[in-house]
C-alpha cells in the first residue's frame, strides 16, 4: 500500500506541538493587544495582479506559490506575506481610520527549498500601524517586538536598527555607487563571512579605495556612538538628516536598540527605518524583522499612505526557544480528569458523572471504546492527564467518584456534587 | 487606478467581524476541550493523490481547488475539509494510541459559485473520535454538538438522526432499489418541496405501489416512535437491526436527537449513523452535519479504524446567531484605555503612562500620528473605547491622569500608580 504525505515543506501539527503553539500565540497576542493593536484576517488565496510585483524576482520567479486555476484560467497565487494583503485591504476600505493598527498571525506559503528551520507552510505574526508618517509609529512598533520576544521568556537578543534613506544618502549620494546593491548584499553578511571577508567581497566590487572608506564606516560597529558619529559626518547630507532625525526621536522613546549601518534587509518596500531582531543564543538567523513601506500602499491607491510594521517568525522563536529551555507547553493534555469506568455495566452513571464535572467547566475525558481498566489508566498516564477519576459499581451506587492525583499521590472518594471542588483542589 | 480586490468568493475579515469570530470560535473551543479533544492542524494544502477518490465526482471534478505547480510539475489541491486530512494524519501516525479524539478549527477551501452565505473559504469546526466502533463514541459527538449549539447561545434547534446501514437495508435489501441514490435525493427534499413534491418525483422513479411504501415510511415523521415503528417493521434484516441496535444505544446515552429516515447526507464515505443540525429559525439549511465513517482511514491504510465525527458551519452559524441576536461581539476594539495626548509636548510623559497602565495588564493605544486632541477623543469614540485617559501639562507635572469612563460618565484624577486600579473600577 502506498504512503501519502504531507507535501513536501508542509507539516502537521499534533496535539502536544499545538498545545505550544496556541500558548507562544497567546502570548504574542496580549502583547499586541496590550499595545491596542486589533485583530484583521484576510483570505489565504490572492489574485495574482494583487501580489505582482511587490516582492522582487526572486520571490515572484520562483517563491510565490502561483497557479492557474484550470476552469476559469485565472491567475491565483497563497498569500506570500501578511503586508502586500493589509495594503491591498486598506486600498479597499480607504474610508477606515487612521491611523490603522491591526496584527494578523497566520500561515504564509514560500515555495523554499525545504531544510531544517524552513517550511514552505509557516506562520507569520505581524503588527502594523497605517496613517503615521512619525518616529513614535516606528518607536511602538519596536517596544512591541521586543516586549513580545520578552514575554516569550527571552532575553538575550539584540534589536538592530537602520534606516533606508541613511543607507541611500551614504552609499548612493555620498559614495556616489550608481548601483549599491551588490554592496548592501556584501555588507549584510558581515555576520557570516566577518569583516575580512566582507572586505575581499567589497574590494572586488567596488576597488580598494572604496571598500576601505565602507569598511571604517561599518567597523564604527553598532549602538549610539556609532549612529552620532555616522551623523555628525554626514549631517551636511539632507536625506541622512532627516534619517537621522528620524532615528534620533524613534531611539529616544523606544527601549533598548543597536544601531547597525550593515543592516539592510531584503524587501524592495522599505523606505525608513528598518530593524531586524537576533537572539545571543542560538544561531539561526533574525527571528523578527520590519521597517517603515511609505510607498506600497500608494501601488494599490495611487495616494501614499505611510505605515510601519514588524513581523515575528514564530517557526524560529519557537525552535530557538524550546532548545533554551524557555519554552515548553504546560500541559501535555487539554484533559483535566481522565474518567476510567472500572465496569462497563455502568456506563451510563459514568456518562452522567462525566457531564457533571464538565457542567462546572472541567474538561474531562471518557473512553469511547470500552478500554480495560488497565488500558485505560496506561492512557491517562501516557497522556499526563492531571486527574483520574474511577467509576465502578461502589461510586455508581453511591453516586460518588474515586479521584486520584498522580502529582499528589492522594486519593479521595467523594459524593458527585463535591467532585469538581475536589479536582480543583488536585489540580492546583 | 484599477482596483484591486480579494478574489471572488473570499473575503477579508475586520477587526470588528474578526472580535466575533474570536468569541464564537473559543466558546466551541471550550466545548471541544470540555469533551478531551485535542487540537490538530494540518497543513492548507495537499498533494492531490491523497485528496483523489474521496469526495465522489462532482467535489473532485468541479469543487477543488486543484492546481499544478509550474516549476514541479507535481498536481496539489487546497484543502476540502478537515476528514480525509484527518484520515491522512492517521494513516501517517499508526503509533498513535487510540481512541484518538482531536477538535480542528480551520479553513476549508471550495470552488463553489459565490452567493449569500457561501465562500470560497470558510471555516470548518471538526471534532472526530478515530478508533471506536461503538454507540457510545457516536452519542458523545451528538453531545458535543448539542452542546456547542446550546454554549452559542441557540435553543431552537433539532439533531436529525440516521443510519446508513438502516438506509441501505430498507431501501435497497427490502425494498429491492438497485440504484437507491435517486430515492435518497428526492426524500433528502422533503424539507424543501413538501411531501407531494417528494410523492411526485418518487412515483416518476420508481412507480407507484413502491413510491407509495416509500412515502409512508417517511410519513411516520421523525421521532423515537417511527424509529421504533421502522426497527420493529425491519427487525428480521440483519443489517437492520444492526443500524436500530446502534441507534437505540446511541439515544439512551445521547441527549435529544430526531429520528429521521429521511436524513440522506451527500458524502460518500458514511457508514453507520449519521446526524444534521437544523435551526428552527431561521430556515438555512443545516449547521452542522456528520456521521460515521468506518472504511475512510482503510483507504490510507489498506486496514479499516473506525471513526465517527461531526463538523460545525460557524459561518452559517455566525449569520444565523446575528440574525436572531443571539450572538453579538462582547466589545467593539481590544483596547482598554485610549490615551488622549492634549499637548504633543508631552508625549514622552503620555509613552511612560501608558507602559504603566500595559505592565499592570491593561490593552492601552496611544495616537502616534500627533492627531488633535478633538480627533483622538472622536477615534476612542467611534472605537467604543472604555476608557478615556488623558495626558496634559498638569497630568505630565503631577505624575498623574485624568481618567474618563463614557459609559459611567465618571471622570478622576488619579496618580499614575493608582490609575490601574481606577481603571478596572471603570471596566466593571
Redesign the interface.
Known sequence: ?R?????RG??????EV??LR?EVIGKIVRVF???????????????W??LAGKYGEEAEG?LM???????SK?E?A?RYDLTVPLA??I???MD????F??YHIA?V?R?EEPQRGRY??FYQCDVD?V????P??DA?IVDVVGESLRELGFSGFRIRLNDRRLLSAVFEEELGLKDPLPVYRSIDKLDKIGAEGVRKELTRTVGESLAEKIMSLISLGGGADSMRAICSRYSHNAKAKEACDHLEQLT??AGEVTFDLSLVRGLDYYTGPILEVVLDQPKIGSVAGGGRYDKLIGT???KDIPATGASLGIERLIDAGVELGILKASRS???DV?LVVVDWSF??YA?RAAKEL?RS??????????ASEESQRK?AR?LGVPVIAFVGMSEAETNSLTLYSPAKGERAVVKLEEAPLVVRRFLS
Chains 1, 2 share one sequence.
Do not use: C
Request: hydrophobic fraction near 30%; proline fraction near 13%; charged fraction near 30%.
Open positions: 500500500m504512503e501519502y504525505r504531507p507535501p508542509f507539516r502537521d501539527f499534533p496535539p499545538m498545545l496556541r493587544e496590550r499595545y491596542g493593536y486589533e485583530p484583521l484576517d484576510t483570505p489565504a488565496v490572492e489574485n495582479e494583487t520562483k506559490w502561483r497557479f492557474t486555476d484550470p476552469w485565472k491565483y497563497l491591498r485591504f486600498s479597499n476600505n477606515i481610520p487612521l491611523p493598527k491591526r500561515p506559503w515555495h514552505r507552510e500601524i496613517g503615521s508618517p512619525y513614535e509609529a511602538e529616544s522613546l494599490f491607491t495611487g493534555t487539554v484533559t481522565y456506563l451510563s456518562w464538565r467547566g472541567l474538561n474531562v475525558r471518557i473512553d469511547p471504546a470500552r492512557r501516557r
